[in-house]
T-cell receptor, first 114, second 114 residues
Framework: GAVVSQHPSRVICKSGTSVKIECRSL??????MFWYRQFPKQSLMLMAT?????????EQGVEKDKFLINHASLTLSTLTVTSAHPEDSSFYIC??????????FGSGTRLTVV | GENVEQHPSTLSVQEGDSAVIKCTYS??????FPWYKQELGKGPQLIID?????GEKKDQRIAVTLNKTAKHFSLHITETQPEDSAVYFC?????????????FGTGTQLKVEL
């Protein structure tokens, strides 16, 4: 089956620093990767969509300069939270999609900015 | 764009009883409807999905039904067990993977009581 690996699972960083989250599709090539943010007891909110080798498409209200997305290969996408602040603390989840496997989600990253 | 509504927001059942969660969607072009189970602190896991050319699909204790005319689909869990307790999300998409984003429902917190 399709497996997506997301790292780290938890990260604590100081306010003003940057944090990188990796998302890898382990056994399939993902044509598109999606990045979500989830607040406690809420649904997943799509932040951006990225296709390999192209610039990411951000949802309305998501700051592209703050949430940098790189999708350099068909198996790896990264989300970098730049100049993180406490309000960026959240649960971030990636999803990789392909025609054969639909949408497969990573295990999520709990970001805490102190 | 697509809008997915999900009910109920919380559902409590006795072990062994059935649980039903309902979703409606607005985009008649949506043709892929997955259901995800999310446990605390983890990413969503696909439990069953259905495409628009099928009215019903079953996998052991889990079934999904789709009514394209009414634009609604439901998740049925029979013989519920304590380990079924989690948050369940429905979602809708125009295509199976390939870059089309999923739109999620608001989630249902299912609690299976002993």
């Amino acid at each position: 089956g399709a497996v997506v690996s997301q790292h780290p699972s938890r990260v604590i960083c100081k306010s003003g620093t940057s944090v990188k989250i990796e998302c890898r599709s382990l056994d399939f090539q993902a044509t598109t990767m999606f990045w979500y943010r989830q607040f406690p007891k809420q649904s997943l909110m799509l932040m951006a969509t990225s296709n390999e080798g192209s610039k990411a498409t951000y949802e309305q209200g998501v700051e592209k300069d703050k949430f940098l997305i790189n999708h350099a290969s068909l198996t790896l996408s990264t989300l970098t939270v730049t100049s993180a602040h406490p309000e960026d603390s959240s649960f971030y989840i990636c999803s990789a999609s392909s025609a054969n496997y639909g949408y497969t989600f990573g295990s999520g990253t709990r970001l805490t900015v102190v | 764009g697509e809008n997915v509504e999900q009910h109920p927001s919380t559902l409590s059942v006795q072990e062994g009883d059935s649980a039903v969660i309902k979703c409606t969607y607005s985009d008649s072009a949506s043709n892929y409807f997955p259901w995800y189970k999310q446990e605390l602190g983890k990413g969503p896991q696909l439990i069953i999905d259905i495409r628009s050319n099928v009215g019903e699909k079953k996998d052991q204790r889990i079934a999904v039904t789709l009514n394209k005319t009414a634009k609604h689909f439901s998740l049925h869990i029979t013989e519920t067990q304590p380990e079924d307790s989690a948050v369940y999300f429905c979602a809708a998409s125009r295509l199976t993977g390939g870059g089309n984003k999923l739109t999620f429902g608001t989630g249902t917190q299912l609690k299976v009581e002993l």
